[in-house]
């Protein structure tokens, strides 16, 4: 039986005075407790409850009582964010946050720039438009005191060592802790939030009513998940004493739960072209996404949506097993999850592990970033955001209203207005005028035009466009042939880049004689909405993979033959290899919501009150040892213990720890028991810290 390598005693049979698990991996279903919280009735609302049509097909599951009253969920992007909210007693009705401010051209959601504005104190001060157009309205010499943040969350996929100290830069070049920036724009949305629903709601109770659902990527690492939980908590989202109020959701799996209740007119089948006369009309591919739009555009004014009570009409024509992709193409991140549909129950069933990359909206920004480089020098780019911050911002301002009418069959030029400050800035900085420096350029598809404006033809646009996302189709090719991927059915194209017709018409494109290409026709807000439901009932993804491989180092008998002498350890006359790693589960395993792994530990003396685990991961199953390339150290397990009264126990008998971790649920959890006293011990889990 091995051994743990740190610095306790094993139980029992083990004379070696390192610590070892007590019993094998073992999992088996675990039903978490619910919560005795306070219910709310609808009736104290000003919102009326509202029923949807019935569902071509009902589920078969048992839903429990809900130990809340609200969901709110939170869908933290990396260039607009959002909060969505529904009661616990009439969960069919998803209710968009209040629009408070204006908002850009071309833009038909609801959510909000993730902007931050801080004082030139580090005080907040405002959040989305109203950060973005004060900071624009500064003077450009005051503007240089301001702390202005934007497109921060991908500063966090982006550290490999993100810790609590990991720091963020604001656009003047001065630099705040991350989870305090992070902390800010979760405080802002929660005053938000509470405050309509106050209004709404004067008898929901502010303790333990509602539960928060925060959005990540699903490519996110433990740390950053932690990241996020750990900014909520400083925020005032909930208590750290009560996680279980906090749900950190997956962005495509918050999507996959949405499209599950989208019945045929509220989607988009980007291989679907009408007849007419037996002919097939060679018509724009982002025809009938604007027109979907252009609909909800004139719907604003209701921001109550309705849901299935089931499921919608698109899965009650799936069968048990079919499987499909969701594609999050977000601001910072692609993101891909492949869920197969579990009938009857209707629960979502997790095929390969989650995958993606910096493959988002952002990088078309870049792209034009390079492009200015390209005409005007990068060192005079470089000193013009230094200078002129809030110019910049105005610059890409009017650069994403332009990216948003891009289009594959467009063949009219695109005007970007320049800001004055940068045409001055230029001319003084160069001593020249900006017009003589296009004509210089090596780059013939950008001239100026008489208006003072760049003007882009379609071609410059276009490759803009073509290395995120060739790197985005490159990546579903690649996932599409791995063998667990095989007989897709259907691709789901969501988030915020997934309104880009130059995107639509890559992904119809490549795939569409492989499967049935989806957007829903509110592709922004299916996540937001996808969030709401996954609050509501978190058991909808019954099953997922390990994105790692998990486990400790142990303390095996030593082989003669198979274990390197260099592994050798001769400890009270015998001999041990040291090293060895334990799974916990492994890369790409299935692990079902709520199986746990056991394992049991002692404490190496009497009276001794903490035992800490370190916890190794890597990204291949076949490791032998903690020492090999690849593996590191990624957590530690905290248990804390209680004094015991010995007086009573059995002589020579040790105290044993039961630590149950948990790897099917959107973050790992631990739990442990004294197992003499069947008492629960404080255990934590952190990520963070190393």
């Not at 051994?3 to 978490?32: F, V, Y």
């Not at 005795?36 to 000003?46: G, K």
């Not at 008898?203 to 690492?221: G, N, Q, S, Y």
């Not at 056991?598 to 076949?622: E, F, H, L, M």
């Amino acid at each position: 039986m091995p051994m743990l390598r740190q610095s306790l005693t094993p139980c029992k049979e083990h004379p070696a005075a390192n610590p070892r698990s007590c019993t094998n991996g073992s999992e088996r279903p675990h039903t978490p407790s619910p919560s005795n919280s306070p219910r709310l009735h609808n009736e104290s609302c000003s919102i009326a409850p509202l029923t949807p049509s019935q569902s071509p097909r009902n589920e078969i599951r048992t839903q429990r009582p809900a130990p809340f009253s609200v969901v709110v969920a939170v869908d933290f992007g990396t260039t607009s964010s959002g909060y969505a909210f529904s009661f616990a007693n009439d969960p069919e009705a998803i209710h968009m946050m209040r629009k408070w401010e204006g908002g850009d051209p071309g833009v038909a959601n609801q959510k909000t720039p993730t902007s931050l504005l801080l004082t030139p104190e580090g005080s907040f001060h405002s959040f989305g438009y109203t950060a973005r157009d004060y900071y624009h309205d500064l003077d450009p010499e005051e503007a240089r005191d301001w702390l202005y943040f934007e497109k921060f969350k991908m500063k966090i996929h982006s550290t490999s060592d993100l810790t609590m100290k990991t720091e963020l830069e604001a656009i003047n070049g001065k630099k705040v802790l991350a989870w305090e920036v992070f902390a800010h724009a979760l405080r802002f949305f929660k005053r938000q939030a509470m405050q309509e629903l106050k209004d709404q709601c004067p008898a929901l109770p502010e303790k333990d009513a509602i539960r928060w659902v925060i959005t990540v990527p699903a490519i996110w690492k433990q740390p950053a998940k932690q990241f996020m939980r750990e900014a909520a908590y400083l925020a005032g989202l909930v208590p750290s004493d009560t996680p279980e109020q906090l749900l950190i959701a997956l962005e495509p799996e918050a999507a996959s739960i949405y499209c599950r209740k989208l019945r045929l007119n509220q989607l988009i089948d980007l291989g679907y072209k009408p007849q007419a006369n037996g002919l097939t009309p060679d018509l724009p591919i982002d025809s009938s996404f604007r027109q979907a739009r252009e609909q909800l555009r004139r719907c604003r004014h209701s921001r109550t949506f309705l849901v299935e009570s089931g499921v919608g009409e698109l899965w009650a024509e799936m069968q048990a097993g079919d499987r499909y992709i969701v594609a999050d193409c977000g601001g910072g991140t692609v993101d891909l999850t492949v869920h197969q549909i579990e009938q009857p129950q209707g629960t979502l069933k997790e095929l390969y592990k989650a995958s993606g990359g910096p493959y988002g909206a952002v990088g078309v920004d870049l792209a034009f970033e390079k492009l200015l480089c390209q005409i005007f020098g990068e060192d005079f780019i470089a000193t013009f955001k230094a200078k002129r911050p809030a110019a910049w911002v105005d610059l890409t301002i009017a650069f994403e209203a332009r990216k948003r009418t891009a289009a594959p069959h467009r063949n009219n030029p695109l005007n970007i207005s320049l800001p004055f400050s940068f045409i001055d800035f230029y001319r003084k900085h160069r001593g020249q005028n900006v017009e003589t420096a296009l004509k210089r350029s090596s780059v013939n598809l950008v001239k100026w035009s008489s208006q003072g404006m760049l003007r882009m033809s379609s071609e410059a646009m276009n490759e803009l466009f073509q290395p995120t996302i060739c790197q985005i189709i490159n990546h579903i090719d690649d996932l599409m042939k791995k063998p667990e991927v095989q007989g897709i059915k259907f691709l789901f194209l969501v988030g915020g880049f997934a309104e880009s017709a130059m995107l639509q018409h890559a992904v119809q494109s490549a795939f569409s004689g492989i499967c049935r290409v989806i957007i829903p026709q509110d592709v922004g807000l299916t996540i937001l909405k996808g969030a709401v439901l996954f609050g509501l009932d978190p058991t909808i993804v019954r099953v997922r993979r390990s994105p790692l491989t998990y486990g400790v180092g142990v303390l095996n008998k030593f082989v003669e033959g198979k274990h390197p002498r260099e592994k050798l350890l001769v400890k009270e006359g015998k001999k041990w290899c040291t090293d060895i790693f334990e799974k916990f589960v492994s890369v790409d395993q299935s692990v079902a919501l709520g199986e746990v792994v056991q394992r049991s530990y002692c404490p190496a003396r009497a009276g001794q009150r903490k035992i800490i685990i370190n916890i190794y991961c890597c990204a291949t199953d076949d490791v032998v040892y903690i020492t090999e390339p690849g593996v590191r150290k990624c957590g530690t397990i905290s248990l804390d213990l209680e004094e015991l009264d010995e007086s009573n126990s059995p002589k020579r008998s040790r105290r044993e720890i039961r630590a149950s971790m948990q790897f099917g649920d959107t973050e790992i959890k631990v739990t442990a028991m004294d197992v003499r006293t069947s008492k629960t011990v404080r255990a934590s889990i952190d990520f963070l810290s190393n």
